[in-house]
């Protein structure tokens, strides 16, 4: 018997993780939809071949990545052959998808699927990877959505005051490939952000008194 499969098979079994202390990872046929949205068919988004930073002014994305260094756009249903991957447009990464935020956040929301294969010698897994500041803070292993069999429905949410602000999507399957869309996240407003809020309040402040 192979442990470490065994183990593997194991962990994937259970659908919502305690990643580590205060992350959660869940997964499921839905998931909530958050403050900020991507799904890959906003008017005027790129397609294809894209840039790593192409969502940076729009959507406060740093890298969003794929795990060959190709990152790409499109259709992937239809041109696939595979309708169960999603409607419209997702994003497509070889060796995984690796997402970095401008700000950090504190719950996020995605479906991603793996093509690979089901579950066995050559297919079939999936990890997601929650890091902070480069260090990682979570992280659960999975069996994807494969065929329109499985859930394709992820949901991180944080608690006791924790972020992240860098998750890592892998599947591990014999062709490794990965598949997300309809992502949503709350991210935290940067220092300066704040600072602005709180000079506005007190400027209203100031004029609802006279």
């Known amino acids: 018997m192979n442990t470490s499969r065994t183990l593997a098979a194991a962990i994937a079994a259970a659908i919502t993780v305690p990643a580590f202390a205060d992350y959660t990872i ?3 046929t839905t998931a909530p939809t958050y403050g900020t949205t991507l799904n890959f068919d906003e008017p005027g988004g790129p397609t294809g071949f894209v840039s790593t930073d192409a969502w940076l002014v729009s959507h406060g994305i740093t890298e969003l990545q794929a795990g060959d260094g190709v990152p ?3 259709d992937w249903a239809t041109i696939t052959g595979q309708p169960w991957i999603g409607s419209g447009n997702s994003f497509f990464g ?3 998808v690796f997402l970095t935020f401008e700000n950090d956040v504190t719950e ?3 479906e991603a699927w793996d093509p690979s294969g089901p579950p066995g010698p050559f297919g079939g897994g999936m990890g997601i990877f929650l890091f902070n500041d480069g260090v990682e803070v979570g992280s659960a292993f999975v069996e994807p959505a494969w065929a329109g069999i499985g859930d394709q ?3 991180v949410t944080t608690s006791g005051g924790d972020v992240f602000d860098e998750i890592r999507i892998l599947g591990f399957g014999f062709t490794p490939t990965t598949y997300v869309d309809n992502m949503s996240w709350n991210p935290v407003p940067a220092p300066g952000a704040l600072a602005l809020l709180g000079v506005v ?3 209203g402040g100031r004029r609802r008194r006279k």
Do not use: I, R
């Open 108 to 110: 996020m929301s995605f």
């Open 26 to 28: 869940t997964q499921g």
């Open 153 to 155: 429905a992820f949901d």
């Open 94 to 96: 070889n060796f995984g």
């Open 201 to 203: 309040g007190l400027v």
């Open 72 to 74: 790409q756009v499109d």
